[in-house]
C-alpha cells in the first residue's frame, strides 16, 4: 500500500484574511507613483500631482546613424523649449523636460480662490558609442520633434556640458 497525503481544505478565516489584505493593496497597484521604478536611469519619473496636463510616461525617442552621425529625435509635444534640457556626462547624452502650468481662479462675489499648479517631469538617457563627439552635438526643436546630431569621430574623452537647443 502506497501512503498519500491529503491536503488538508483551507482554514476559511485564513482564506478571507489573505484575500482581505490583497485586496487592500489593489490601490497601490493602480496608482501609477508606485509603478515607477525611481531609480531606474532609463525609466521616466512622473508627476507626483493628479491636476492639470501630464507629460507622456516617458519621452519617446528614436535613434539611427549613418557614416558621418548619429541621430536622435524624440517626440515632445505641448512643451517650451526652456522647459527642454539637454546634457552630457560621459558617454552618456540625457534629454529631460519639466513643465509647471499654473491655474489661478479668483470670484471677488464670493470670496472664493483656488491657485493650482501642476509640475510634470521625464527623463531619458541614452548611453553612446566611444566614436560619438558629445563636444559637437547640435540640437534643434521644432513642432514637437526635438532633433539631436551627435557627429562622430577617432574616440577620445569628453568632458560634462549642456547642449543650447536653437
Known sequence: AIDIPIAKPPNRAFSRAIAHSTMSLIPFALDPFFGDDFFHPLRS???????????ARGVAIDVSEDKSKFLIKADIPGVNKEDIKVTTEGDTLSLSVEKTE????????????????????????????KNADLAAIKANYKDGVLSLEVPKHDEKEIAPRRIAIN
Open 102 to 129: 499654473e491655474k489661478k481662479e479668483e470670484d471677488p462675489e464670493t470670496k472664493f480662490h483656488r491657485f493650482e499648479r501642476s509640475t510634470s517631469f521625464v527623463s531619458r538617457s541614452v548611453r553612446l558609442p
Open 45 to 55: 519619473s512622473r508627476a507626483l500631482t493628479t491636476s492639470g496636463p501630464q507629460l
